[in-house]
């Protein structure tokens, strides 16, 4: 899941023996349902509007096939934050844990993050599951931007996509004169937007400083920043993409950068 949702969600090979293990030994008729964890490393053939579920039991596919999410993480809810079924406290642990994760395992900072074609998104047990004990959670990675409508089906070497000079088809770019109009594409397509940097708003304690705030602290900003990445051309024209309360919240202190380029 993403944008306001991504506090509560943003797959490797799953064996066919193992399922029927866990379908044996531990209860539930569909994954989400049972108390053990999913395997790490498997992957899903997900579409945008299964992100928005608090649970998955979609049968895992060969990682060779397409599929549009990987499996990087897999953890528990430790007892303190296990205050209920998808409990504020639960999306904040499990959105801190995965986020981390996200970034761990593409190599990526926070800048660099809210630039890639790439998002994540979480699952845990089903309302059956968590009544039966299940604490445990997944984290996917995510063919797509969060909030995408599509999904891109994800290389097959996603943890290394970023370990060199980062490609243009897995970063974001924006095609049509208007800036606000214009429609998502990766960089590799022809673009007349491309998100050049992801600024700081405030520190990781600090408290939301509301709508207005963001959007002119990130338009002062994002004139530098383009400006600067433009190599200083006469007249250049930039976007900016601020998120809100719902983002701050979940940890998010950045806003995003556009530059009118079709570079």
């Not at 992801?198 to 963001?214: C, E, H, M, Q, V």
């Amino acid at each position: 899941m993403s944008g306001s949702d991504a506090a509560r969600r943003l797959c490797g090979t799953a064996v066919l023996i193992a399922a029927v293990l866990l379908d044996a030994g531990c209860g539930g008729s569909t994954p989400a349902d049972r108390t053990a964890p999913p395997p790490d490393g498997s992957c899903h053939a997900l579409t945008a509007a299964a992100l928005t579920r608090p649970s998955d039991s979609s049968a895992a596919v060969a990682c060779a096939k397409a599929h549009t999410t990987l499996t990087y993480l897999v953890g528990t809810v430790p007892k303190a934050a296990a205050t209920g079924y998808h409990s504020q406290p639960v999306s904040a642990y499990v959105y801190r844990t995965c986020r981390a994760g996200f970034l761990n395992y593409l190599g990526i900072d926070d800048s660099l993050a809210l630039r890639v074609d790439l998002s994540w998104a979480w699952f845990g047990p089903s309302r059956e599951g968590w009544a039966a004990g299940a604490r445990w959670f997944r984290c996917d990675l995510v063919g797509g931007a969060g909030g995408a409508s599509t999904l891109r089906p994800l290389p097959t070497q996603a943890r290394t996509l970023f370990h060199g000079v980062p490609p243009d088809a897995w970063l974001r770019c924006r095609a049509g004169a208007d800036f606000t109009t214009a429609a998502p594409v990766p960089c590799s397509a022809s673009h007349n937007w491309r998100a050049v940097s992801a600024i700081k708003l405030g520190t990781p304690d600090a408290a939301y400083p509301g709508d207005r705030f963001s959007q002119v602290r990130a338009r002062d900003y994002c004139s530098d920043a383009v400006i600067a990445w433009l190599d200083y051309p006469p007249t250049y024209a930039y976007g900016y993409t601020v998120f809100h309360r719902a983002e701050w919240e979940a940890g998010n202190r950045r806003a995003l950068c556009w530059a009118g380029t079709e570079r």
